[in-house]
């Protein structure tokens, strides 16, 4: 399903990208949409998180069952010049993701089906400050790439929650930063700006939790894990 949305979204992007630059038609929709200081706009889309995990001990990986997730949220923009803004989006972010075990962190250890997955639902509160580098605007289409810092706060952490994987509760951090790089294209429709973009995001520091045991088949051989994911946004100014 993921994969599918992914690919639709390219698709989309490359027919509207191609009517720009084919088309005969020359006339400039909404020519003064960028000159303001200030500007706002929303956004929603999808997103898709994995975990990049660094092991203590050489043992066979943790692997992690990805779902695609919803995103939604604000676009606050100050333009420099023609070629450079400071965006701040601060959105929603929801997604699951599923770690699966391998038996062979249990061995020596009772332990049930159950025992081997862990479900960790995240809901994020998602506040990047990006740099945005534009080229020069082409007919009614203006290609761009962004990077930038973002902060996070993880309204479904259970890190407070005094059980842990004994009891099956799997724990995260709630606060958690980022770097992000991306790209997209920005539409010149005849009532708006519409902006299909794609940008990756990196944690900065470790998200886990660990138990109380510090042989834990579930938190024990982890030297750190740290969020990775994929968004695609679609934003209308």
């Not at 020596?108 to 809901?123: A, C, M």
């Not at 990006?130 to 009614?140: A, E, H, P, W, Y």
């Not at 902060?151 to 059980?163: F, G, H, R």
């Not at 842990?164 to 294209?185: L, Q």
Request: net charge negative; glycine share 6%; aromatic share 18%.
């Amino acid at each position: 399903m993921k994969n599918i949305i992914f690919l639709f979204a390219f698709l989309f992007m490359f027919q509207l990208a191609s009517a720009q630059l084919f088309s005969k038609e020359k006339i400039l929709n909404d020519e003064n949409v960028d000159k303001a200081f200030l500007s706002y706009g929303y956004f929603i889309g999808f997103n898709s998180y994995d975990f990049n995990f660094d092991y203590k001990q050489d043992k066979p990986d943790i692997q992690v069952a990805k779902s695609t997730g919803f995103n939604v949220g604000l676009v606050g923009n100050m333009r420099i010049n023609d070629y450079l803004d400071i965006r701040l989006e601060p959105g929603l972010y929801i997604t699951t993701r599923t770690l699966e075990y391998p038996e062979s962190y249990f061995n020596g250890i009772d332990f049930s089906p159950s025992d081997l997955e862990r479900e960790v639902k995240s809901t994020y509160i998602h506040v990047p400050l990006l740099l945005k580098v534009s080229t020069k605007r082409l007919n009614n289409f203006k290609p761009f790439i962004v990077g930038g810092i973002s902060t996070a706060l993880n309204l479904s952490s259970n890190e407070d929650n005094p059980d842990d994987n004994s009891a099956g509760k799997f724990r995260t951090k709630k606060n958690m930063y980022f770097y992000e790089v991306g790209f997209g294209i920005d539409f010149y429709l005849y009532y708006f700006k519409f902006t299909p973009s794609i940008r990756g995001v990196f944690a900065i520091n470790d998200e886990l939790v660990r138990d109380a045991d510090p042989n834990s088949p579930w938190t024990g051989n982890i030297e750190s894990m740290k969020t990775r994911g994929v968004f695609i946004n679609f934003t209308f100014q």
